[in-house]
């Protein structure tokens, strides 16, 4: 027996009803997940796993920040880079946004004299 249109369409909206709901609700078979966020265990496990990757940033920052410090300090080298080349490839300014700044705010005076010739 052939379902009509609207039965066919009111199972499939009831089934996509039914997936949405298993996406925010915690149940049992969820339990081999390791994370709580994955499956919406609240608010508060989304903001600790924010927390958790910042601290781990922070961590690698302050670690990076200290090698470099003892680096210097010691004139330990790297594949022949030491502590004063690193810094030399910080300061450098490989587009010079002042520069590009003058540039783009001298060409709009440029193309205005011209047209006011033209008025004239």
């Known amino acids: 027996m052939e379902k ?5 369409a009111a199972e499939r ?3 996509v009803d039914q997936v949405r709901a298993s996406f925010y ?11 709580s966020y994955c499956y919406g265990a609240g608010q508060e496990a ?4 924010g927390a958790s990757g910042f ?8 670690l ?5 410090v003892y680096c210097d300090q010691k004139n330990i080298t790297f594949h022949t880079y030491g502590a004063a080349d690193v810094v030399k490839q910080m300061e450098w300014n490989p587009l010079p946004v002042e520069q590009f700044v003058e540039m783009v705010m001298a060409q709009p005076q440029q193309e205005a004299a ?3 010739e033209k008025e004239k």
């Open 25 to 35: 609700e915690p149940s049992a078979e969820r339990s081999w997940s390791s994370s």
């Open 13 to 15: 909206r009831d089934y």
């Open 46 to 49: 989304g903001l600790q796993a």
């Open 4 to 8: 009509s249109f609207e039965e066919a």
């Open 114 to 116: 011209p047209q006011k």
């Open 55 to 62: 601290g781990i940033r922070l961590v690698i920052a302050i």
């Open 64 to 68: 990076l920040f200290a090698g470099f």
